[in-house]
């Protein structure tokens, strides 16, 4: 995503820590090593944590997610607005009013206030009021705009919030913690890495360094919205005939259906027909398979039986008479 080199961290200096004796214990495995009783920062460390952080930014962006961009301290605030506007994403950059993500709800109506004042200024309401009136809604209206104004097209909570100086920020990093909100924050030597779950070391106080930070960030939202609109399909183009009614596109013939065919009797397994077998034998042990008589045959052997009551055995069909045998 965001092309830096170690170098140009060097130019800003990134770098720059803090004065040794306001370090924190859990910024020990970035700091490379101490110059005057000032930290250094490992940049081996900061440039691939800082590239991560980016890269998350970017799928994000891609997926259509929201950044809210959080520096309120002087050296942030006009970087932090300028970069948020550049990539049309939210931003705090005045202060940061407590419960703007817990109390959401709240701040919503604060909000809605803002866009009623602002109508009022835009039809020319203000004008038909009296002076102090006047005076009094357009103080306010600087108050919500100069808290709100950078929030006020945040229609819901954020999906990441990127933090210049955690330390300074702790009630954004509090809140969004409490909400499972991803945090990527850049974090000096005198602050604490705990609740930031992209962590980029570095100095936080040096315009520059912040310039680099809040661009590259910026950069990887854009990226990452263009590559979210080339995945997207592009709009169907639609011929109206002369009424304006969309003609229907001349669909596929479909084919005939094939005749439903009877399903075959499946072939009983051989085990079930030896089965049988088995128990046709013991019903007739003494007649083989190969002579017993059909069913037409049975029935007519059953008939001549019927006709012969002296019990005599019947005669088959094709046997001639001992007389005639003899004669013969």
């Known amino acids: ?32 090593g101490e110059r005057d009783k000032i930290h250094i920062i490992n940049l081996e460390k900061t440039l691939p944590l800082y ?21 309120t ?35 919503k109506q604060s909000i809605r206030r803002l866009r009623e004042l602002e109508a009022m200024v835009e039809d020319g309401t203000v004008e038909r009021m009296t002076k102090k009136e006047a005076i009094r809604m357009r103080r306010e209206l600087g108050k919500l705009e100069r808290s709100l104004g950078g929030i006020k097209d945040m229609n819901g909570l954020p999906d990441a919030l990127f933090v210049i100086d955690v330390g300074h920020e702790k009630i954004a990093v509090k809140e969004a913690v409490k909400l499972g909100i991803p945090v990527v924050g850049v974090v000096d ?7 930031v779950d992209y962590v980029i ?8 360094s912040i310039q680099l930070y809040l661009t590259g960030a910026a950069d990887a939202v854009i990226e990452g919205r263009a590559t979210r609109s080339q995945a997207m399909p592009e709009d169907e183009f639609v011929e109206l005939d002369e009424t304006g009614t969309p003609k229907l596109k001349d669909s596929p013939r479909k084919k005939a259906a094939a005749p439903r065919r009877k399903p075959v009797a ?40 019927a006709v012969r009551p002296d019990g005599a055995a019947p005669v088959a069909a094709d046997a001639t008479p001992a007389g005639e045998a003899g004669d013969a």
């Open 73 to 107: 301290k002087r050296a942030a605030q006009e970087i932090i607005r300028e970069q948020a506007a550049r990539c049309a994403m939210p931003f705090a950059g005045y202060r940061w009013l407590g419960g703007m993500l817990t109390n959401f709800k709240t701040v």
């Open 189 to 195: 030597t005198n602050n604490s890495t705990d609740g």
């Open 266 to 305: 499946k072939a009983r397994p051989a085990k079930v027909a030896q089965t049988q077998a088995g128990e046709a034998d013991a019903v007739q042990p003494g007649v083989s398979d190969a002579v017993q008589p059909s069913g037409s045959d049975a029935a007519q052997a059953g008939e001549s039986d």
């Open 1 to 32: 995503m965001a092309n830096v080199t170690m170098r140009q961290m060097l130019e800003v200096g990134v770098h720059f820590g803090h004065q040794t004796r306001y370090w924190n214990p859990r910024m020990a495995p970035y700091i490379f």
């Open 51 to 71: 590239q991560e952080a980016m890269n998350f930014l970017g799928r994000l962006a891609a997926q259509g997610g929201t950044v809210l961009f959080v520096g």
């Open 201 to 208: 070391p570095g100095n936080d106080d040096a315009i520059r």
